[in-house]
């Protein structure tokens, strides 16, 4: 599965899957047409549309954010395929909309749901969204009677000086979770575990290594792609040259490989055995430009050390 932001070639499936699931349940309203009938201009003036896609490129799911007054932003025409429930394709395309709406620095997010989509409501409240009072001066939707909204907390960009305090604080940590495990896989999983916490990345993991391909090993953050050849992207690059790679915009890397659409910046640290091989990456993302520096490089390179003893992952 593989999130996407709006293009073109999908609006008729945006349009086709929200009729389906309005009429499921209710009927297409005037201001929903209205909608439908004005997708670019949304686009265009700051709205954005994710979609999950399968490997056949198959539209699951789909969500809508768009900037609303006083830097609030509102999540709408959320919908999914029935056959796609419980596959996480609606919460994918939901928190990538909430991902977005943090990169334009909103301070709120706000949605006006029924009362009678309860697997919809369900996903509301385990992202923190809170009920409110339905305003109906603002959303004139019959369908309308419950409502939520999700308070923003932005997060300051850290200093070098306490980027530094971090890596010092989280390395011995590190180090006394590998001692002595014998299977590497839950080492990897506990330093990716450790690193997100502290560091509050978008996205942090491993790939490891299986012939001439990297593999999806433990990682936190969204879905990410399953197989990297040797040579390709940031990270099948890193392999092949041997060294981290630190990019500062991912869009200009030759041959990135989008997993999200939400990374902006991203560093891959190769990890060395003791006899010299590469046994796996450590592949993290930020969704901010040029989140990481030589420090970053540094200390992350002494996180992988710690791993040197395992001759291979899997």
Same mark, same amino acid.
């Given at each position: 599965?593989?999130?996407? #932001?709006?293009? #073109?070639?999908?609006?008729?499936?945006?349009?086709?899957?929200?009729?389906?699931?309005?009429?499921?349940?209710?009927?297409?309203?005037?201001?929903?047409? &209205?909608?439908?009938?004005?997708?670019?201009?949304?686009?265009?003036?700051?709205?954005?549309?994710?979609?999950?896609?399968?490997?056949?490129?198959?539209?699951?799911?789909?969500?809508?954010?768009?900037?609303?007054?006083?830097?609030?932003?509102?999540?709408?025409?959320?919908?999914?395929?029935?056959?796609?429930?419980?596959?996480?394709?609606?919460?994918?395309?939901?928190?990538?909309?909430?991902?977005?709406?943090?990169?334009?620095?909103?301070?709120?997010?706000? *949605?006006?749901?029924?009362?009678?989509?309860?697997?919809?409501?369900?996903?509301?409240?385990?992202?923190?969204?809170?009920?409110?009072?339905?305003?109906?001066?603002?959303?004139?939707?019959?369908?309308?009677?419950?409502?939520?909204?999700? @308070? /923003?907390?932005?997060?300051?960009?850290?200093?070098?000086? &306490?980027?530094?305090?971090?890596?010092?604080?989280?390395?011995?940590?590190?180090?006394?979770? @590998?001692?002595?495990?014998?299977?590497?896989?839950?080492?990897?999983?506990?330093?990716?575990?450790?690193?997100?916490?502290?560091?509050?990345?978008?996205?942090?993991?491993?790939?490891?290594?299986?012939?001439?391909?990297?593999?999806?090993?433990?990682?936190?953050?969204?879905?990410?792609? =399953?197989?990297?050849?040797?040579?390709?992207?940031?990270?099948?690059?890193?392999?092949?040259?041997?060294?981290? =790679?630190?990019?500062?915009?991912?869009?200009?890397?030759?041959?990135?490989?989008?997993?999200?659409?939400?990374?902006?910046?991203? *560093?891959?640290? #190769?990890?060395?055995?003791?006899?010299?091989?590469?046994?796996? @990456? /450590?592949?993290?993302?930020?969704?901010?430009?040029?989140?990481?520096?030589?420090?970053?490089?540094?200390?992350?390179?002494?996180?992988?050390? @710690?791993?040197?003893?395992? &001759?291979?992952?899997?």
């Amino acid at each position: 599965m593989k999130i996407v #932001p709006f293009s #073109p070639e999908l609006k008729n499936d945006f349009v086709e899957l929200n009729k389906v699931w309005i009429s499921a349940m209710f009927r297409i309203e005037t201001a929903d047409i &209205e909608e439908f009938s004005n997708i670019e201009k949304a686009i265009e003036n700051g709205a954005q549309i994710f979609f999950a896609l399968d490997d056949k490129k198959n539209v699951l799911a789909c969500c809508m954010i768009r900037p609303c007054a006083n830097n609030e932003w509102e999540i709408l025409k959320f919908a999914a395929k029935g056959m796609s429930t419980g596959t996480g394709a609606g919460s994918a395309c939901f928190k990538a909309c909430i991902d977005y709406a943090k990169q334009q620095n909103a301070d709120k997010i706000i *949605i006006v749901s029924n009362k009678k989509l309860s697997q919809a409501l369900h996903i509301y409240r385990k992202f923190g969204f809170a009920e409110v009072p339905v305003d109906k001066t603002k959303f004139p939707f019959e369908r309308g009677d419950i409502a939520f909204e999700l @308070v /923003l907390k932005h997060e300051n960009i850290m200093t070098k000086s &306490e980027k530094i305090s971090i890596y010092e604080t989280v390395l011995p940590q590190i180090e006394s979770l @590998v001692l002595g495990v014998k299977y590497g896989i839950s080492s990897l999983a506990n330093i990716a575990a450790v690193l997100q916490r502290s560091l509050n990345f978008f996205w942090t993991g491993f790939y490891v290594v299986e012939g001439d391909t990297l593999l999806l090993g433990p990682f936190q953050g969204d879905v990410a792609c =399953i197989k990297i050849p040797k040579g390709k992207g940031v990270c099948g690059t890193a392999w092949q040259e041997r060294k981290t =790679i630190v990019v500062e915009d991912v869009e200009k890397f030759p041959g990135h490989i989008a997993c999200s659409s939400l990374s902006k910046s991203e *560093i891959v640290v #190769p990890v060395f055995s003791a006899s010299g091989e590469i046994t796996a @990456v /450590l592949d993290i993302d930020s969704d901010r430009l040029a989140t990481f520096d030589d420090t970053d490089k540094m200390y992350l390179e002494k996180v992988v050390e @710690v791993l040197k003893g395992y &001759e291979r992952f899997v």
